[in-house]
């Protein structure tokens, strides 16, 4: 469950805005495993809406969809049915798997809405440790996430509302914290590839009178961290550009270097063949 979102409510529009970016990359990261892509059974953790489950499917041989919300469920299995697909309502801590249960395991811009204390991202590393559990010896995890430089740079709107942005990045652990993770879990790091071209929001992302929209706004949860008054703020502030004609510059500039550094980050890794006791305890 999002520490910070309420699903429940924003799952009867997050699709409206929102791409599974970078599924390409995704199902590269797992054909670097020892399974044939084909024959894989791979671990949607944090499913959410079943974007991603919708675009690896077609590839893969089965996937294990798990989500703590039963809306976001509910919509994702709307969306897949079938013998190559089930979805459990589960914690991304306390997967209901046995050890290495799994090909491959994706969580797609899921750890940042975990609950932390204290600013060591130890929950992050103990469900990062968790989903390594799952994973067969030779087996694969990609971690969709987000940079620092991601964050204050790729999105044109996180300049409207400062205060939900600095919240939001202090839930996001930089990448090579999580590399780290990834290492004392078992995992041979492999790398971290950023998609330039890849907008999560698709085409939506270009509207620029979109933040003026609560449909539009739930497609990123940065709008629930921010207040009620700075969400008013921001408001208005589009509005009045776009009276004065303002409001393209005003994107164009902050939208420059997202074509350079992206809005998104996949990490991969290869869990080491080696005896799985021998990965650091969590």
Known sequence: MSSYEDYGRASRNYDKTRRPVGSEIIAGCMAMGGTSLSEMVVLDAGCGTGNYSVALLPRVGRIEAVDMNPAMISVASEKLSGEN??????PI???PFDDFSFDGVMVNQVLHHLPENGGDFSAHRRVIGELARVIKPGGVLTINTCSQTQLEHGYWYYSLIPEAIRSLRSRYAPPEMLAEFMED??????GRIAPVDAIVQGDAYFDLRGPLDEEWRDGDSIWSLASGEERSKAISKIE??????????YVAARDSRRTEIGQIS???GVKSLGDPSEAAPF
């Open 185 to 190: 879990a078992g995992l041979e790091y492999r």
């Open 85 to 90: 697909v089930s979805f459990h309502e589960a």
């Open 93 to 95: 801590d306390a997967l």
């Open 240 to 249: 009045e550009m776009d009276e004065s004609g303002k409001l393209e510059e």
């Open 266 to 268: 996949i990490l991969y």
